[in-house]
């Protein structure tokens, strides 16, 4: 079985200040590792994805994440915020094999404060 | 964007109605999804296919059905409407293993 906790439901930070939003989570299988945001009213677009190799992982809009094993962890970083940042962050993980399905936490809501 | 339609995008009904929700993509991706997004749960998978026909249960597929008679099409039908059902419902498409899902943009509904 897989559980994703996402450690902070709320996140407040000022404009150009750094973030990080943290992911731990549990699993009896490996698993693949994601980033997903979600801005008012719309879909999730996907950030980031650690699928293997280096555990330093890049996404868009300057996010990066890093995976931890040892510590089962996934936290998702930006040096320095702005106010399009604001939005909701869902961290998800899903075994390799099988039909790949998505478990998700229950998400970080991250503003931006100008 | 990943082609992916959701219809309607938003619905109100009443309880003990039918309701189909329709998810259709243009990508040609085997695997398909249906979630519920609902506040302190994230979301959570209710139901996905893995091929025309070839469909399986999620975590909350209680009071849930789906089909899918081709490829581009995954219906997802609450067969009668409970106000527990209120959610948002998004779908989401995957093509080869290893890639990530891409979501749509989501259904509102509610049952009153």
């Known amino acids: 079985a897989q559980s994703v906790t996402q450690l902070d439901s709320q996140v407040p930070v000022f404009e150009e200040a750094p973030v990080e939003l943290r992911c731990n989570y549990s699993s009896s299988v490996s698993v693949y590792l994601f980033w997903y945001v979600q801005y008012p009213n719309q879909g999730l677009q996907l950030l980031l994805k650690y699928l293997s190799g280096s555990t330093l992982v890049k996404g868009i809009n300057g996010f990066e994440a890093e995976f931890n094993k040892s510590q089962t962890s996934f936290h998702l970083r930006k040096p320095s915020v702005h106010i399009s940042d604001t939005a909701e962050y869902f961290c998800a993980v899903s075994p390799l094999t099988g039909a790949n399905n998505l478990f998700f936490g229950t998400g970080t809501r991250l503003t931006v404060i100008p | 964007d990943a082609g992916i339609t959701q219809s309607p995008r938003h619905k109100v009904t009443e309880t003990g109605t039918p309701v189909t929700l329709r998810c259709h993509q243009t990508e040609n991706h085997r695997y398909m999804y249906w979630y519920r997004q609902d506040p302190g749960h994230g979301l959570r998978l209710i139901h996905y296919?893995?091929?025309?026909?070839?469909?399986d249960k999620g975590e909350v597929s209680d009071g849930y059905s789906v089909s899918r008679s081709k490829t581009e099409d995954f219906l997802l039908t609450l067969e009668s409407a409970t106000s527990s059902q209120t959610s948002v419902y998004f779908c989401?498409?995957?093509?080869?293993?290893?890639?990530?899902?891409?979501f749509g943009d989501g259904t509102r509904l509610s049952i009153l």
């Open positions: 296919s893995y091929g025309v026909k070839d469909t």
């Open positions: 989401a498409i995957r093509g080869r293993e290893n890639q990530p899902q891409h």
